[in-house]
């Protein structure tokens, strides 16, 4: 039971292809040894024993085929006499196979490499006798195949098996029976050769509402790929009446546009620092005044604004002092030292400053210079 529910399930999860007529045959010789069952010499009484075969597979499981053995003549049975032919006896019949491992084990669409297979069988049987007539009987036999299979093609197999001559021989029995004392047990070795390989097609099978889902799946790829056919060759279009514009564009005549600019040669400020409570312009600082000066003797219409600043150090009066001496003294270089006139400078004080977070940076005077208009 437990057996079947296991090959209930294997089967539940995937299904073999139906072969066709011709596919999974093989052929097979065989050679080996006989002698009887009981009441002979096991080893004395063997002689050699050769065969063909011809199978059908049907299923990975069960096989179907033909099968003719003949028994050399060596007999040194007692009580016998030898036959002067070539062949002591022979066997034709018809057998079936079950790979037990395949039924147990379930089977992945692929060959393993060792099976063992249930064999039985039925057939004429033949005597091959000189003193008296030919002896026929009804034959059975059943056995097992040890089968190594070394590639997909070739399988070589070992077969003990044991047949039975069913009939009664002039002893006293029924005409039809299993009698040990009327079988013989054979050990044969052989190659099979299978035609077109020896595999069968493990398919995963699926039921209709899967099979509708995916048909459902692949319409809705279709319409969508459909839908970007057309989204592109709208795009498609789109790009043409584009690329026309431009080579409309490209080939327009190109409007000459004069642009009339304000000379504006200088808009610019510049600072000068002092020390706290100071209002001497330091060495250091005066390169600012004098560039300030340079360029008004190159632009004699130009005029500068100085906002002297003083930082909050100190109290308010003084601060506003400090604030106007500081844009004083810068007006004063201009006018004593590089001979700037008076009339184009205007120095304010604008108290203490705001403009810098860095306190001494407010102790500044911020020097605006007007460029000259035409």
């Not at 053995?69 to 079936?96: C, E, H, L, M, Q």
């Not at 070739?154 to 004392?181: F, H, K, R, W």
């Not at 584009?242 to 510049?270: F, H, M, T």
Request: proline share 3%; hydrophobic share 40%; glycine share 8%.
């Amino acid at each position: 039971m437990a057996a079947g529910a296991a090959c209930a399930l294997t089967a539940s999860a995937q299904a073999v292809e139906g072969p066709r007529f011709c596919d999974n045959w093989s052929v097979g010789v065989q050679g080996g040894v006989t002698t009887p069952l009981t009441h002979h010499a096991f080893f004395g009484s063997m002689r050699p024993v050769v065969g063909l075969q011809l199978k059908k597979q049907l299923t990975p499981v069960f096989g179907i085929g033909a099968e003719g053995y003949f028994g050399i003549n060596t007999s040194t049975w007692k009580g016998r006499t030898p036959s002067k032919t070539a062949f002591d006896d022979s066997y034709v019949g018809i057998y079936g196979t079950a790979d037990l491992f395949n039924l147990f084990g379930g089977y992945d669409g692929t060959v393993r490499p060792f099976t063992i297979e249930a064999v039985a069988g039925a057939g004429w049987g033949h005597m091959y006798e000189t003193a008296i007539p030919d002896h026929n009987y009804f034959a059975t036999r059943a056995g097992l195949n040890f089968n190594f299979n070394v590639s997909e093609y070739v399988t070589l197999n070992v077969s003990p098996s044991v047949y039975y001559d069913m009939s009664d021989g002039g002893a006293e029995q029924s005409s039809a029976s299993y009698n040990a004392n009327r079988a013989t047990f054979n050990v044969m070795a052989g190659v099979t050769y299978h035609f077109g390989g020896n595999e069968f097609k493990v398919v995963r099978p699926y039921d209709q509402a899967q099979i509708d889902a995916l048909n459902g799946q692949i319409n809705d790829l279709r319409a969508t790929n459909q839908a970007a056919v057309q989204a592109n060759a709208a795009l498609q279009d789109e790009n043409a009446v584009l690329a026309a514009q431009i080579v409309a564009l490209q080939n327009a005549p190109v409007p000459v546009v004069q642009e009339v600019k304000e000379n504006n040669y200088l808009n610019s400020v510049r600072y000068v620092y002092y020390k706290i409570g100071s209002s001497t312009i330091t060495a250091d600082q005066r390169p600012n005044v004098e560039m300030i000066a340079d360029y008004m003797k190159d632009h004699p219409n130009s005029t500068v604004v100085i906002k002297g600043y003083a930082s909050q150090d100190g109290n308010l009066e003084f601060n506003e002092k400090l604030a106007q001496k500081r844009a004083e003294s810068v007006k004063n270089m201009l006018v004593k030292t590089y001979k700037i006139k008076a009339d184009r400078i205007t120095a304010e004080g604008e108290g203490i400053g705001h403009m810098f977070d860095q306190e001494s940076w407010n102790r500044v005077s911020i020097c605006t210079i007007n460029s000259e208009q035409k």
